[in-house]
């Protein structure tokens, strides 16, 4: 019966087929905590993980369902979960693997709530991190120690947008039986698919492209099932016993999901962070668009650079498919649709030339979020890090003069005709 | 559990409860290129309904070490043995694929000594084509991947699953890697070999369930509805998925094993 669908028809169907009752062509929405049971033993054989099923939604809901199963067969992982956001995904991973005494290794240019998650909550609970460039794999060789648990970076980092040399760093990990651990948010499985390259684990925030519209927070796991989690001294929180359900080995009684078995058993029940239904079906009718829009979005950002590439008020731009950018070559290679719609660029004029630009655009929107079908503009030095001297904001690898633009799908003309308002404003700021 | 069988590491599913000899035992008996992964929403169902459950990993699959069995005959005579060393006695054999043709042969070894024989996606014959045949020993990743797709009905293709959150490809592919690489052709080749099955079937005096699969591409209904023809009495159920009936409708199953083992003496 097989016609193994492609990219395109999954992001439509997968995780949906019309129920004969109602024939029901979209997803619906299962607005309900909870769930009838049939008899006494469907609730024990639900509650024992016997079989799969709903008993309340904070643990699982059908809605959420479709799109988790929608997630795995996009990346071509053996199951998903999903969840409140992007960092709630990324929280229930790391606490799920990780136990005081633990040791992570991780990129040091990443999301601010990725970073400070490991940098100053987790040292709180006994796991420490080492930060570590995430274009160099070396260096993340070197920084593996015996109680290392795993490493985590963002393929496309943000917002510095360094490129992970994805395929390298999975050898590495690989060889020292350690999960990598990637974001990929900015990449989204339209332009690159981390388990064909050897990742294990994927966190998403599909608040950005994968919903695509700006309505709804949302996060999710991915698990490859491609890691072996066996050696029950390093991984005891997944291969050793369980403290409930008669001390279960998730490795041993459910193989390539014992990560996401884990995460539902411990960490949607104990600490909760559900999505609710009716994002679910936004972060859906999302994804059911997402090549369509991952591919304007790319070309939108081609167009883009080419405008502030050679534009005279344009200080730098910094895009992983400009030639210029240091990590380029990695980026043709793992990354061949492009690698993404955030743009980086520095206006002539530092600090106040930036305020100037973001005050006076009209079109593109003011805020802090990025992968909107919308496009959208922050400038870190007049607001997140305006509390900052331009030295130490240069210690952190931004620029006062920095802007970080999220390309939407407008027309291009509309766009760059924006822009141009914008850099009016600067050259009278300037003279 | 672990245990160490002919010198081999070798392991058992135990559905999450400890194994009890003064028990009925169900021991499940995976396919080709699988393990006792197959049998996740059937394995701790039925150790929590109180029946002592194994789903061994055979030789070279999933947690086993050794080498793989190299005839349907080879396997039933390690199950066997296993039996006996685990000293089991009242035990039913559900097989799966692979799993059924191994039945029928324990079954003959032990002169219908069992308790009762449950074929699921079963056939008396399982021949495979020259190109997977050749494909397996090749490159048995590519022949997993070909095996799971084939085998499963349409919530393959459009990722519906019962167990929420899990996809039935990803899934499969992952538990079929687990298997050391030349489990496969030895298990696709026991089954293209073996031709004792009309005669096995025929033998059956102990009670006999079977549960085909409406679009099984892997043992077509057609000759699922052949075999159970050849058995005398066998109660015989068809739903509507593809190959991988454990984990295509596990609650369907369990429940038609449930009522089969409820009719038992
Ligand atoms: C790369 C990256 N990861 C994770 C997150 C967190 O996602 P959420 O806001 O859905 O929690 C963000 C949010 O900006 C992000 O940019």
Not at chain 2, 192 to 197: L, T
Request: charged share 20%.
């Amino acid at each position: 019966m097989s016609e193994n669908y492609k990219f395109d028809t999954l992001s439509l169907h997968a995780g949906h087929i019309p129920d004969k009752e109602t024939g029901s062509r979209a997803v619906p929405i299962y607005q309900t905590t909870s769930y009838v049971f049939n008899s006494t033993e469907e609730a024990a054989s639900l509650y024992n993980m016997e079989v799969g099923g709903h008993l309340y939604t904070r643990i699982s809901n059908p809605t959420v369902a479709a799109l988790e199963q929608r997630l795995a067969a996009l990346e071509g992982g053996a199951s998903a979960l999903a969840c409140s956001s992007g960092m709630a995904a990324m929280h229930l991973v790391v606490s799920a693997i990780c136990s005081s005494g633990d040791h992570i290794v991780a990129s040091s240019k990443m999301y601010g709530a990725n970073i400070n998650l490991l940098q100053h909550t987790m040292p709180r609970f006994g796991v420490n991190t080492d930060f570590v460039n995430p274009n160099d794999p070396e260096a993340i060789k070197s920084a593996i120690k015996p109680n290392t648990k795993l490493v985590f970076g963002e393929v496309i980092g943000n917002p510095g947008l360094d490129i992970m040399d994805v395929p390298e760093i999975a050898k590495i990990c690989n060889s020292k039986n350690i999960p990598l651990v990637l974001d990929a948010t900015f990449n989204t499985p339209y332009l690159m698919q981390p388990f064909k390259h050897g990742a294990n684990i994927i966190v998403h925030s599909l608040t950005k492209w994968l919903g695509g519209h700006g309505i709804a927070i949302g996060g999710a796991i991915v698990n490859g099932g491609n890691f072996d989690w066996g050696d029950k001294d390093k991984f005891p929180t997944i291969s050793g016993p369980h403290f409930a359900l008669g001390g279960i080995s998730f490795w041993e009684e459910f193989g390539p999901s014992a990560l996401i078995a884990k995460i539902r058993a411990e960490g949607m029940y104990n600490f909760g962070p559900s999505l609710s239904p009716t994002n679910a079906f936004h972060l859906m009718q999302g994804i059911e668009t997402l090549p369509l829009r991952m591919k304007k979005h790319i070309e939108n950002t081609h167009s883009i650079l080419d405008f502030l590439v050679n534009h005279e008020m344009v200080e730098w731009v910094k895009h992983p498919d400009l030639e210029t950018h240091p990590d380029h070559e990695v980026a043709k290679r793992i990354l061949p649709k492009g690698s993404g719609s955030i743009v980086v660029f520095g206006i002539k004029g530092g600090r106040e030339a930036g305020k100037a630009f973001i005050e006076s655009v009209q079109l593109a929107s003011h805020l802090a979020n990025v992968g909107d079908a919308k496009t959208l503009l922050i400038h870190p030095g007049s607001t997140t890090h305006s509390h900052l001297s331009s030295e130490a904001m240069k210690e952190g690898g931004l620029t006062d003069d920095m802007i970080r633009l999220s390309v939407g799908l407008e027309d291009i003309n509309d766009i760059t005709k924006d822009f141009e308002r914008g850099f009016k404003a600067v050259k009278k700021l300037n003279k | 559990m672990i245990i160490n069988f002919k010198g081999a590491k070798t392991y058992l599913g135990t559905g999450g409860k400890s194994l009890d000899i003064n028990k009925r035992t169900l021991c499940f008996l995976h396919g080709s290129g699988q393990n006792h992964l197959s049998f996740i929403q059937q394995a701790r169902f039925f150790a929590y309904k109180g029946y002592s459950v194994i789903v061994p990993d055979m030789p070279a699959h999933g947690f086993s070490d050794g080498n793989p069995c190299k005839s349907i005959k080879e396997n039933a005579e390690w199950i066997n043995d296993l039996l006996v060393k685990l000293n089991l006695k009242d035990v039913v054999v559900i097989g799966h694929s692979q799993g059924c043709l191994v039945a029928l042969e324990l079954n003959r070894i032990l002169k219908n000594s069992l308790e009762a024989l449950i074929f699921v996606a079963g056939s008396n014959e399982i021949p495979v084509n020259q190109f997977l045949l050749d494909l397996s020993k090749e490159n048995p990743q590519k022949a997993s991947q070909m095996m799971v797709t084939w085998g499963h009905g349409i919530d393959g293709d459009m990722s519906i699953n019962k167990w929420p959150g899990h996809s039935h490809y990803g899934e499969g592919n992952n538990i079929m890697c687990m298997n050391k690489p030349k489990a496969l052709n030895c298990d696709l080749n026991s089954c293209n070999d073996y031709s004792d099955g009309i005669y096995a079937a025929k033998n059956i005096k102990v009670p006999a369930l079977a549960v085909l699969a409406r679009n099984d591409q892997m043992t077509p209904l057609k000759s699922g509805l052949k075999f159970v023809e050849l058995i005398e009495n066998c109660e015989t159920h068809i739903l509507d998925c593809g190959h991988f009936l454990p984990s295509e409708r596990p609650m369907e199953l369990n429940s038609i094993i449930n009522s089969f083992l409820s009719k038992l003496k």
